[in-house]
């Protein structure tokens, strides 16, 4: 064994937070010596014993011998069975749909410069301190990313630019130091005066727009962070003469760094392991999709009889999505509250829906369902992320469809080396009130293309203050988008769009109502989706 084949063992485990005594060490430098593994392929060997050994509940910091032999058999058990899944991809053993509850939550560390992992069980009141730590971490995971971007990373090298560039400053330095020009970085809120102003966790300055011609492009509210520069004056505000979403980093830079890290609590992949599946999803599962419909009214029955149409083409043309995504509202009005009538009725779409998805038993044995609450839904909470429908509503989806998720708002879907977000709500509208900010004259497309920008760019699903949308504090991560997504499913009641931002696929599915049903497909293998239009003849009739 040469040194430079045990410095990769040793950098690997390091990796994931463990350190290696002489014993270990031995037996696994002996483990790649026995099944002659060559040099090129050391680091992914090794990486595979190392994730399977931090799945263990007894795995400790300093690596356990005895538990390194336990991966080992076990490896040794399955190898047969490990090798015909290389053979063949199994979507269904890759396939995870992820609740926001069941996310663990890892805290930006400013002393460590990375991700710690949050000790304990979260709860759903949360108190002051993690109110305060979910903004903490939403301006400190951005600021991490603005400081690593090139724009804001000056070279070493010495040059007439490197004088002219203003360094990220913040609103405690600006102090007796009126005249001078500032970079800052924060939140844009409100003084209890009604003034505009920007606030870090170092204090608050207000802002003067008087000199700004118009702002950068994206939707500017209040809650969202900004980058804002301009001339600090005698009065202590700030001349603003430029401002601007902070940039946005790609999912492989984030990955490249923190690919360690199991954000949503099913394992951590390295980078090798996405590359090589992304691959193979390519070639062999070219024609999966996922369906994404949005708005399904199940108080209206030509709702049901565009699902039937549905399934019937699905099933002329032998194509059965690998997943249907069914997104609320569930019902056309609000269910008043205490109206036991409603609720029946409400109950009762649930059940006909039930039995029309198990009328089609090839499609009920082989598609996953999610369902995904809207804001008229009943759930046991408003605020974000809200949890899933009642489960006495869906106990007949439970109970005949054997691969349903009733999941919560939003949700993910973990699919190999992808990760798709899914969140039902009315943004567009939501945003668009609340805009302290945005250039003038701005057409539909434009504002379509805005808020995609502006929700990669704030890292997070809904970037307002907590007094416009409450959110659960200790699960406010349940809304962080970083790293980015591979997709993120905006489902809103309005226009329906699509576009790729950053690496990053975001669409909006249109509503699964009217007579010309709107709905997506998503295709795994090409990162991109697909408008799609069930048109239906009223000489059908209604079912």
Same mark, same amino acid.
């Given at each position: 064994?040469?040194?430079? /084949?045990?410095?990769?063992? @040793?950098?690997?485990?390091?990796?994931?937070?463990?350190?290696?005594?002489?014993?270990?060490?031995?037996?696994?430098?002996?483990?790649?010596?026995?099944?002659?593994?060559?040099?090129?392929?050391?680091?992914?060997?090794?990486?595979?014993?190392?994730?399977?050994?931090?799945?263990?509940?007894?795995?400790?910091?300093?690596?356990?011998?005895?538990?390194?032999?336990?991966?080992?058999?076990?490896?040794?058990?399955?190898?047969?069975?490990?090798?015909?899944?290389?053979?063949?991809?199994?979507?269904?053993?890759?396939?995870?749909?992820?609740?926001?509850?069941?996310?663990?939550?890892?805290?930006?560390?400013?002393?460590?410069?990375?991700?710690?992992?949050?000790?304990?069980?979260?709860?759903?009141?949360?108190?002051?301190?993690? /109110?305060?730590?979910?903004?903490?971490?939403?301006?400190?995971? @951005?600021?991490?990313?603005?400081?690593?971007?090139?724009?804001?990373?000056?070279?070493?090298?010495?040059?007439?630019?490197?004088?002219?560039?203003?360094?990220?400053?913040?609103?405690?330095?600006?102090?007796?130091?009126?005249?001078?020009?500032?970079?800052?970085?924060?939140?844009?809120?409100?003084?209890?005066?009604?003034?505009?102003?920007?606030?870090?966790?170092?204090?608050?300055?207000?802002?003067?727009?008087?000199?700004?011609?118009?702002?950068?492009?994206?939707?500017?509210?209040?809650?969202?962070?900004?980058?804002?520069?301009?001339?600090?004056?005698?009065?202590?505000?700030?001349?603003?003469?430029?401002?601007?979403?902070?940039?946005?980093?790609?999912?492989?830079?984030? /990955?490249?760094?923190?690919?360690?890290?199991?954000?949503?609590?099913?394992?951590?992949?390295?980078?090798?392991?996405?590359?090589?599946?992304?691959?193979?999803?390519?070639?062999?599962?070219?024609?999966?999709?996922?369906?994404?419909?949005?708005?399904?009214?199940?108080?209206?029955?030509?709702?049901?009889?565009?699902?039937?149409?549905?399934?019937?083409?699905?099933?002329?043309?032998?194509?059965?999505?690998?997943?249907?995504?069914?997104?609320?509202?569930?019902?056309?009005?609000?269910?008043?509250?205490?109206?036991?009538?409603?609720?029946?009725?409400?109950?009762?779409?649930?059940?006909?829906?039930?039995?029309?998805?198990?009328?089609?038993?090839?499609?009920?044995?082989?598609?996953?369902?999610?369902?995904?609450?809207?804001?008229?839904?009943?759930?046991?909470?408003?605020?974000?992320?809200?949890?899933?429908?009642?489960?006495?509503?869906?106990? /007949?989806?439970?109970?005949?469809?054997?691969?349903?998720?009733?999941?919560?708002?939003?949700?993910?879907?973990?699919?190999?080396?992808?990760?798709?977000?899914?969140?039902?709500?009315?943004?567009?509208?939501?945003?668009?009130?609340?805009?302290?900010?945005?250039?003038?004259?701005?057409?539909?497309?434009?504002?379509?293309?805005?808020?995609?920008?502006?929700?990669?760019?704030?890292?997070?699903?809904?970037?307002?203050?907590?007094?416009?949308?409450?959110?659960?504090?200790?699960?406010?991560?349940?809304?962080?988008?970083?790293?980015?997504?591979?997709?993120?499913?905006?489902?809103?009641?309005?226009?329906?769009?699509?576009?790729?931002?950053?690496?990053?696929?975001?669409?909006?599915?249109?509503?699964?109502?009217?007579?010309?049903?709107?709905?997506?497909?998503?295709?795994?293998?090409?990162?991109?989706?697909?408008?799609?239009?069930?048109?239906?003849?009223?000489?059908?009739?209604?079912?």
């Amino acid at each position: 064994m040469t040194a430079d /084949r045990r410095q990769v063992i @040793i950098k690997v485990f390091r990796k994931y937070g463990h350190s290696l005594g002489p014993e270990s060490l031995e037996f696994l430098e002996d483990l790649l010596d026995r099944h002659e593994i060559a040099d090129e392929d050391v680091e992914f060997s090794v990486e595979w014993i190392a994730k399977e050994y931090n799945k263990q509940d007894d795995a400790q910091m300093k690596v356990s011998l005895d538990v390194l032999h336990r991966v080992y058999e076990t490896f040794q058990n399955g190898e047969g069975e490990g090798a015909q899944e290389h053979a063949t991809l199994d979507p269904d053993n890759h396939l995870f749909v992820i609740d926001s509850f069941d996310m663990p939550l890892w805290n930006w560390s400013t002393e460590r410069s990375t991700f710690e992992r949050a000790p304990g069980p979260l709860t759903s009141s949360g108190s002051a301190e993690s /109110r305060t730590m979910a903004m903490r971490n939403r301006l400190n995971v @951005i600021r991490q990313c603005v400081l690593r971007n090139d724009h804001f990373s000056p070279s070493t090298l010495p040059s007439k630019d490197r004088e002219n560039l203003l360094t990220l400053r913040s609103t405690k330095q600006l102090l007796g130091r009126a005249g001078e020009r500032f970079l800052l970085f924060g939140m844009l809120t409100h003084s209890k005066e009604g003034k505009l102003c920007l606030e870090d966790q170092d204090g608050m300055v207000e802002l003067d727009f008087s000199q700004l011609d118009q702002p950068s492009e994206g939707l500017f509210t209040e809650g969202c962070l900004a980058l804002v520069e301009g001339d600090y004056t005698e009065d202590a505000t700030l001349l603003v003469i430029a401002i601007g979403h902070p940039p946005c980093e790609s999912r492989e830079a984030a /990955r490249s760094i923190f690919g360690h890290i199991d954000f949503l609590g099913k394992g951590a992949t390295t980078l090798l392991e996405d590359k090589q599946f992304a691959q193979r999803v390519q070639i062999e599962l070219a024609d999966l999709r996922f369906f994404v419909l949005s708005d399904v009214w199940l108080d209206r029955p030509e709702t049901l009889h565009g699902l039937r149409k549905l399934f019937d083409n699905c099933m002329e043309n032998s194509f059965i999505p690998k997943v249907i995504v069914l997104c609320g509202n569930f019902t056309s009005v609000g269910i008043p509250q205490g109206n036991g009538r409603e609720v029946r009725r409400y109950q009762e779409n649930f059940e006909a829906l039930a039995d029309l998805i198990a009328s089609y038993p090839l499609i009920t044995r082989t598609t996953h369902f999610v369902l995904v609450p809207g804001p008229l839904d009943v759930s046991l909470n408003a605020v974000l992320p809200r949890r899933p429908l009642l489960s006495s509503f869906v106990n /007949r989806l439970k109970s005949r469809i054997p691969n349903i998720h009733s999941a919560t708002n939003p949700c993910r879907i973990k699919f190999f080396e992808q990760e798709v977000v899914i969140f039902r709500e009315d943004l567009m509208s939501r945003m668009l009130r609340n805009l302290v900010g945005v250039k003038p004259d701005v057409k539909n497309d434009d504002l379509k293309r805005y808020l995609v920008q502006t929700i990669l760019d704030q890292s997070h699903l809904m970037p307002v203050t907590a007094s416009i949308q409450p959110t659960l504090s200790e699960y406010d991560h349940a809304l962080r988008l970083y790293p980015l997504p591979t997709a993120v499913v905006l489902a809103d009641r309005y226009d329906k769009y699509q576009m790729t931002y950053e690496g990053c696929h975001v669409f909006n599915p249109g509503r699964f109502v009217g007579n010309s049903f709107t709905f997506s497909a998503y295709a795994p293998a090409r990162r991109e989706s697909e408008e799609c239009v069930l048109d239906l003849d009223l000489d059908d009739g209604w079912s």
